[in-house]
């Protein structure tokens, strides 16, 4: 499975992107699909991941009520919509995937290419 991240960009406090990451090699229907970023001097986290069974979705705490991850089985797309945006959600943002129903995708197996989310004050 390839994976292509797109959307990032510069965007001033409170303002939106959407983010999105299609998936190449192989159908994806039956795989979480999530989100990781990684901030200048710290380590990647977790962002939100949905499950391909029943389209359960998770989302570290520091986003809950701003992010909104959603799919597209038919497209092989996974996008993030980020609105509130704030400075310290300032990274590189990552999409992966792995053939599991855990949906905080513990150890991923697929990696997309980051894409750069820039917030400023």
């Known amino acids: 499975v390839q994976l292509q991240a797109s959307g990032g960009g510069e965007v001033q406090a409170g303002g939106s992107l959407r983010l999105s990451c299609t998936a190449s090699g192989q159908t994806v229907n039956r795989y979480t699909l999530g989100w990781f970023r990684q901030a200048p001097g710290k380590e990647r986290e977790f962002v939100a991941g949905i499950s391909w069974v029943g389209g359960s979705t998770y989302y570290v705490d520091s986003v809950k009520g701003r992010f909104t991850i959603s799919r597209d089985n038919a497209k092989n797309m996974v996008y993030l919509q980020m609105n509130s945006l704030k400075p310290e959600d300032t990274a590189v943002y990552y999409c992966?995937?792995?053939?599991?129903?855990?949906?905080?995708?513990?150890?991923?197996?697929?990696w997309g290419q980051g894409t750069q989310v820039t917030v400023s004050s």
């Open positions: 992966a995937a792995d053939q599991t129903i855990a949906v905080r995708l513990p150890r991923p197996n697929y």
